[in-house]
């Protein structure tokens, strides 16, 4: 059954856009680098001289100081949280654990998360800095230190199912806005968790027109832009003919009106003159799908999920 399938857009047409989108793009700055590390990392951004809050983020995540210039020791603390190259990124690490003990990765920071599954496992938060203890959780987790994620070919057009957690309601909403979802469903793909449910996405409203007289129904239009993988990598997604089927079929299986799946395109109800025509307003929660753009190389977790 599609959860919460579009209920509250009966009458009204919420537009999935199948345009390209935007490419996340990696912040360039030390300070906008090291404020992006300190939010997945603490929950906010920190204040402070630059050089103490480089100093603090190396002491918490290993203890260890990066050579170089500023630049050069944020390059690396940026790379080591976020970047697959020759070892999976702490994010990756991070998430195949959440994953394997809940079934299902957060949102939240990295200290909290580290310390809500330390609580689960073993009754008590860890001590040490964050490289030891997430070390300790994929020992208790997996049996060894070693998470066991390898490279996965994604095809383009591979569906993901999405949550709402930004509510689209017209009368709120202008272009630009960013609407946040997360996955609803693991994704997987050859035996490997490729989209863990509860990883972020972020979508951006390209058009919003109001309800107005004789019938004509609000219209929102977004942009589901980019998803984010359980290896910490945005990738490019968009709502295309594989994700626009997926609906309508679950839809017509869980008996929707034509109406209430006006999101699969400009579906409007016309009434009589001086009728007010519908809002759109789809609670936080409902779901529905989009797919991967292009072929991407993923890290991915080992799994024994159907695909």
Known sequence: MFKKLFTAAIGAVFLLSSTAGMAFAAPETVQAKL?????DTYGVEQTGA?????????????GQ?????????????????????????????????????????SMASVDKRVADMEMKLTGSTGEGNYQSRIDALAKASFGTNVVPVMPVDVPANTLVKIELVTPVKSKELKAKDTIQFKV?????????????????????????????????????????????????????TFTGEESKKE???????????????????????????????????????????????????????????AQ
Do not use: C
């Open 184 to 236: 609803a469903d693991d994704v997987v793909v050859n035996g490997m968790l490729v989209f863990a449910k509860g990883s972020p996405g972020e979508g951006v409203v390209t058009k919003v027109k109001q309800a107005r007289n004789f019938g004509r129904n609000a219209e929102v239009s977004v942009d589901f832009h980019q998803t984010k993988s359980v290896d910490g990598t945005y990738v490019d």
């Open 247 to 305: 609906m309508k079929s679950l839809a017509m299986a869980g008996g929707a009106s034509l109406a209430g799946i006006a999101i699969l395109g400009p579906i409007g109800i016309v009434g009589g003159a001086f009728v007010h025509g519908k809002d759109v307003d789809l609670p936080a929660g409902t779901q529905m799908y989009i797919q991967t753009k292009a072929d991407k190389t993923l890290y991915g977790v080992q799994t024994t999920l």
């Open 35 to 39: 404020a992006a590390i300190e939010e």
């Open 65 to 105: 100081h990066r050579s170089g210039s500023m630049m050069a020791r944020v390059d690396a603390l940026y790379d080591e949280v976020y970047t697959n190259s020759s070892k999976p990124s702490v994010l990756t690490d991070l998430n195949a654990i959440e994953w394997n003990i809940d079934h299902e990765v």
């Open 50 to 62: 630059l050089i103490d809050r480089i100093n603090k983020l190396e002491k918490d995540y290993d």
